[in-house]
């Protein structure tokens, strides 16, 4: 139950996963907003028309998947850390997983950290593709880590730290 | 540390034993307890503990904390030196 | 005899109320005199590192100090706001004269208006040892870390999983710093879900159900039990865990700072999802003292993002008693009206709605 562990339960991230289909294409934006709060920056962050105007600010955020082109600007707006963006597209077994990432040591391009899923469960060590400054007012860096096609909707942190700590 | 103590007002080091046992004797309210052990006329003036003692004062009198009389509120808000308000009548002699 | 201060309205808190009331007002015309305790205004926005959520009204995205130093610089670029830092206000006198206390000096203000914007500060709870060096709030967590740049441990155990509760957590592993775990003694999450999330993928436990039982320690806190509770609030036997932490963190709410309501004798009341005592007032925000207002947390515990709106709303409604803004001021209260009844219309905001209709209910049960 999400509300007493803080994890978003399987049914949770289902009502925001795209088709199959959506996600081979290409870069997509996951929103993993399950809570009614008054908030909108993502709606203003989305020049794609992906992320649908809300009726009411304390409304969901609600994606139209084709539009999207998983340009990531949503990612990195979002006061909640809430977005994520897959691409599912990135190689035959492979795809990336872009998260947000707010704590130093910040890992570099090329390097290696253990990902972790909702829960902070350790899923593997994973290559780092790129790593992307918010900007000294934004601030959030955007990580790309290459993970298993597989664990695409899993991977969702890194590790603090780095590899440097892990088992 | 030896014994465990649960502190209520921090400023005046008043524990929860000495509340309760306050209000076992029959006081009744805020007020009758800050003038007997001084919970509550310390630096931060009972933002600490006076809504734990309005809970314990609650709980022994069956109440909810909204009926439980507040305290009587007066300036100053925080401690200030007497020679603040002698000082404050001479603007030349501050000291 | 020392001087006293005329002032069209004094506002008394310099936080996101406080200069959203003081700019609001200048903007009408009226001349404003802000008093605040700190030496730096901005009050708890100088601390929050995080991005606030709302709308771009409330500069949502934008993080909390950054929102501060623009508020801040709204009422230093305006000639119509004066600024007292390093002053605390004393009291409010039956006369309408505030008196406040800046280097050991006795000040005396006569304003036409006040709008107090005092805040809240943190609520403590009882438990054995509560005491002990290591055990903080997490307001002062925030301020060591966030203002000095100090770490206050290796290890923590926050107890609360409201906003603050998760938010310090977070910015605690920002700074380096572990946490062992977060407790809740209520049965959910009190705080936002994104929030908790982003925590517990970063591997910290979020108890609901949980509450301390002790400290423990020689000279300092070196560990706490902590144990499970039934649906009755009660400590479930046998599911006692002993947590080896340094420090522990109180997030355990905030209770409106309304000294200063009491002494003004406006009409209080005590709402609990106000989160404690205050002054009953009108939709404007004018208390039952004529002249005196409030807005932000003293008006009852909510979020930054309608602080900053209610602020607006005294600011103008204050400002437009003095004759200002005779055109636009009734615009500008329908506008924040509407802003904060948006910010409150979703279930996060049923709560404080529930508790303005408690207070303003009835007249009984008044302290």
């Not at chain 1, 907003?33 to 028309?49: L, M, R, S, V, Y």
């Not at chain 3, 572990?178 to 108890?207: D, F, M, N, Q, T």
Request: aromatic share 4%; net charge neutral; charged share 20%.
């Amino acid at each position: 139950m999400l509300n007493k562990t803080g994890i978003p339960t399987a049914e949770d991230v289902k009502t925001v996963t795209p088709s199959q289909e959506r996600l081979n294409k290409g870069p997509v934006a996951i929103i993993e907003c399950f809570q009614k709060i008054p908030c909108n920056p993502c709606t203003e962050a989305c020049k794609q028309g992906a992320i649908l105007p809300m009726q009411d600010i304390n409304d969901l955020p609600k994606m139209n998947f084709d539009n999207c082109n998983g340009c990531g600007v949503c990612l990195s707006r979002c006061p909640g850390l809430a977005i994520f963006i897959v691409d599912a597209s990135y190689s035959a077994t492979e795809a990336i997983v872009r998260i947000p990432y707010e704590y130093v040591p910040v890992p570099e391009a090329g390097s290696e950290v253990v990902g972790v899923d909702r829960a902070g469960k350790e899923l593997g060590t994973f290559k780092v593709e790129k790593v992307q400054s918010g900007g000294p007012k934004n601030k959030t860096y955007t990580v790309w880590l290459i993970v298993p096609k597989e664990m695409a909707m899993d991977v969702r942190s890194i590790r603090l730290g780095g590899v440097r700590h892990a088992n | 540390m030896q014994t465990k103590e649960t502190i209520v007002c921090r400023c005046e080091d008043i524990t929860l034993d000495e509340i309760q046992s306050l209000i076992k004797q029959g006081y009744r309210t805020i007020d009758e307890i800050k003038r007997v052990v001084r919970a509550g006329m310390g630096p931060c003036q009972g933002r600490t503990c006076r809504m734990l003692i309005a809970q314990e004062l609650a709980k022994a009198y069956g109440v909810p904390v909204s009926e439980v009389l507040m305290p009587t509120f007066r300036p100053t808000v925080k401690p200030v030196k007497l020679g603040t308000f002698a000082g404050g009548e001479s603007d030349a002699e501050n000291c | 005899m020392s001087e006293v201060k005329d002032i069209e309205i004094l506002i008394i808190g310099g936080g996101p109320a406080g200069l959203s009331a003081a700019a609001a007002a200048a903007d009408l015309g009226a001349s404003v005199l802000v008093l605040e305790r700190d030496g730096k205004l901005g009050g708890q926005l100088v601390k929050q590192t995080h991005k606030f959520f709302g709308s771009k009204k409330q500069y949502a995205g934008d993080r909390g100090f950054q929102i501060g130093d623009l508020l801040i610089g709204t009422c230093e670029n305006n000639s119509k706001v004066e600024v007292w830092s390093d002053t605390t206000a004393l009291g409010i006198y039956e006369d309408g004269v505030v008196t406040a206390e800046r280097d050991g000096k006795h000040l005396k203000i006569k304003p036409k208006k006040i709008i107090l914007a005092t805040g809240a500060s943190e609520k403590m709870i009882a438990f054995p040892n509560n005491d002990m060096p290591g055990i903080f709030g997490a307001g002062a967590v925030q301020t060591l870390m966030n203002v000095h740049g100090i770490v206050p441990g290796k290890r923590v155990l926050m107890i609360g999983a409201g906003n603050i509760g998760l938010i310090v957590s977070y910015q605690l592993m920002q700074a380096g710093v572990e946490v062992a775990a977060i407790i809740e003694a209520a049965p959910a999450i009190g705080g936002y879900l994104v929030h908790a999330s982003k925590i517990r993928r970063a591997g910290v436990p979020i108890l609901t159900s949980h509450t301390i039982q002790e400290a423990y320690g020689k000279d300092s806190v070196e560990g706490a039990i902590i144990c499970q509770l039934d649906d009755k609030w009660q400590a479930i036997p046998g599911t006692e865990q002993d947590l080896k932490v340094d420090v522990i963190c109180l997030a355990v709410g905030l209770s409106p700072l309304t000294e200063l309501c009491f002494q003004a004798d406006c009409q209080m009341k005590y709402v609990p999802e106000l989160s404690g005592h205050v002054p009953l007032r009108n939709d404007y925000l004018e208390t039952t003292r004529p002249g005196l207002y409030v807005a932000g947390d003293v008006s009852g515990v909510e979020e930054a993002s309608s602080a900053m709106v209610e602020g607006r709303l005294a600011g103008i409604s204050a400002a437009f008693s003095l004759g200002y803004g005779k055109d636009l001021a009734p615009k500008l209260q329908a506008e924040a009206l509407a802003e904060l009844s948006e910010l409150r219309s979703g279930p996060a905001g049923q709560k404080t709605l529930q508790g303005i209709r408690k207070l303003m209910d009835k007249g009984e049960a008044l302290c």
